[in-house]
Structures are given as structure tokens and as C-alpha cells.
């Protein structure tokens, strides 16, 4: 099943050109981008975890330090679901004017779809993901002793937290800095 959130995402993956061509487009509009990632994309979970701080203040032609975060951010969780988020900030605060896919783990097992019978006929329909059968940090593929929450001081500098693939074993990120 393919996940389908953020603005492209029934059309095919994009390619890097493509996702340069659409942070080059926020950029000209003034809006700010940030990389977010998670191993939960439940329609309903909208934090995702940050990669880094959101870019503020781009100029025309800076698309490529946006495109640095995504190529972070993909080496560090290749079995995540990655998205870059443009916010808008022309209506007196930060609004979602653009998000978009831009990796997602090679198998997505998708949702069960689970119905209870409430009094009086009533019907509830829950969406049960599948990958959360596995603890937070050991889906789509990922092996080891990793995390089972996150290190919020991780996402602010843009270093690996202990859910990565390129966590340590003893839990420290590969540039030295450990994660609680």
C-alpha cells in the first residue's frame, strides 16, 4: 500500500530535480523549508519528528541547502518516511503551504481498517497501521538496539538520533554525540 500524504503524493516518487524544482518555488515565495521524518505516517500523526530547524530567510538560488537536509536526513533514516514542509508566513503565522514525500521506507505493509458496533447501530471505523506491530525505531526493516523514544535534542542539530541506521551500538551517533 502506498502512503499518500502531502501534495504529490498520487503521482510517482519525485526525482531530485523535481524536488529542487518545488523547494526552489517555496523559496521564491518566501516560505521556509524543513525536513521531517517518522516511521508512523498514520493519517492522523502531523509531527513528525524535525530534522533540523526550518530554514528561514532563503534566497532565490539556496535550494541546494534544503536539498542537503533531505540528503541528511535520507542517509541517516533510509527506512523512514521523509517529507519536506514549506511554510508560509504572509497571514501572520506559520501555515502549510506545501509538504511532500520525498522518501518512503521499499515495502509499506499499510492499514487494517478495524469496525466496532456501538449502541443504537452506530458504527466506528479505526485505522490500525500495520508497521506499529513493531516498536518505534525497528520498522520497515530497521535491526539493532535502537530507541524506542526520541532524543529531542537530535532533531534540533540535525544529528542522528538512537533510532537511526547510523546510530552506534553503544547508542552514540557517528560524530561523537550520544543520545539519552
Given amino acids: 500500500m502506498r502512503i499518500t500524504q502531502g501534495t504529490f503524493s498520487y503521482l510517482d516518487d519525485l526525482t531530485d530535480e523535481e524536488i529542487e524544482a518545488q523547494i526552489s518555488y517555496a523559496i521564491s515565495n518566501n516560505w521556509a523549508i524543513m525536513v521531517e521524518y517518522t516511521d508512523d505516517p498514520h493519517p492522523r500523526n502531523a509531527l513528525w519528528d524535525m530534522w533540523n530547524a526550518p530554514e528561514f530567510d532563503l534566497e532565490p538560488g539556496d535550494a541546494d541547502v534544503a536539498m542537503r537536509d533531505v540528503a541528511a536526513c535520507r542517509e541517516a533514516y533510509p527506512n523512514h518516511y521523509i517529507k519536506v514542509v514549506c511554510y508560509d508566513s504572509s497571514l501572520g503565522r506559520q501555515t502549510s503551504a506545501l509538504s511532500f514525500i520525498v522518501n518512503r521506507p ?22 490500525q497501521p500495520y508497521a506499529v506491530k513493531d516498536p518505534i525505531g525497528r520498522r520497515y526493516g530497521n535491526k539493532g538496539d535502537l530507541a524506542v523514544t526520541r532524543d529531542p535534542a537530535a532533531g534540533q542539530n540535525a544529528t542522528p538520533g538512537r533510532d537511526s541506521a547510523n546510530a552506534g551500538r553503544d547508542g552514540r551517533s557517528p560524530n561523537g554525540s550520544s543520545s539519552p
Fill in 106 to 127: 521499499s515495502e509499506e505493509p499499510g492499514f487494517r481498517l478495524e469496525r466496532q458496533e456501538k449502541a443504537d447501530r452506530q458504527i466506528r471505523y479505526t485505522l
